[in-house]
């Protein structure tokens, strides 16, 4: 299966700054044949369900604010959010579906106000 | 606007079983493949299970694998979960999704989950 690994854990950023996570996989998720990346990123608000942020590594889902981006390619990706506000406190994963028949996320990187 | 209500949840013996069920509605669900997610108390989310929206292909993680069925009836806008030889280690809460209907894999919308207890 491919793992995945995000870093840090948790971060404290103050509002209004840069949030950085880092999701990298065990093998390559880029399929060559379309060069798409095969990443996504979720969010889950404490006691809500996760949401969908991000697909394609870079792709924003309809209605997700700008200040979300996703970036990277092959086994290195970013999830930044650019101007942190207080509703983006959350735990934030990564999610490979490179693997068609075994899809796996990473563990989590909480975030929080500084 | 898009519903998925999961049910089916409870508290079962370790050997047991229990059937989870996800109400659908708000969107045409025989158009979109679907996905069971759990996450254990306190933990992060784990892929389960996934459905076609035909029903025609199925995946499993390993660890549901020979033990977990997903089932679908589209003329209920019903998606369910069979989960047998139930273990401690299974005690989640399971969420129902609808995955893109560009991109199966992804899961776009979720339910608020219903709670499994493997226990003695």
């Known amino acids: 299966d491919i793992v995945m690994t995000q870093s840090p854990d948790s971060l404290a950023v103050s509002l209004g700054e840069r949030a950085t996570i880092n999701c990298k996989s065990s093998?390559?998720?880029?399929?060559?044949?379309?060069?798409?990346?095969?990443l996504a990123w979720y969010q889950q608000r404490p006691g809500q369900p996760p949401k969908l942020l991000i697909y394609?590594?870079?792709t924003r889902e309809s209605g997700v604010p700008d200040r979300f981006s996703g970036s990277g390619s092959g086994t290195d990706f970013t999830l930044t959010i650019s101007s942190l506000q207080a509703e983006d406190v959350a735990v934030y994963y990564c999610?490979?579906?490179?693997?068609?028949?075994?899809?796996?996320f990473g563990q989590g990187t909480k975030v929080e106000v500084k | 606007q898009v519903q998925l209500v999961e049910s089916g949840g409870g508290v079962v013996q370790p050997g047991g079983s229990l059937r989870l069920s996800c109400a659908a509605s708000?969107?045409?669900?025989?158009?979109?493949?679907m996905h069971w997610v759990r996450q254990a108390p306190g933990e992060g989310l784990e892929w389960v299970a996934f459905?076609?929206?035909?029903?025609?292909?199925?995946y499993y993680a390993d660890s549901a694998k020979g033990r977990f069925t997903i089932s679908r009836d589209n003329s209920k806008n019903s998606l369910y979960l069979q989960m047998n030889s139930l273990r401690v280690e299974d005690t989640a809460l399971y969420y129902c999704?609808?995955?893109?209907?560009?991109?199966?894999?992804?899961?776009?919308?979720w339910g608020q989950g219903t709670l499994v207890t493997v226990s003695s």
């Open positions: 093998q390559s998720v880029l399929y060559s044949s379309n060069n798409k990346n095969y």
């Open positions: 708000g969107f045409t669900f025989s158009n979109y493949a």
């Open positions: 999610q490979q579906y490179y693997d068609t028949s075994t899809w796996t």
């Open positions: 394609w590594a870079s």
């Open positions: 459905i076609q929206k035909d029903g025609s292909t199925k």
């Open positions: 999704a609808k995955a893109r209907i560009d991109l199966g894999a992804v899961a776009a919308n």
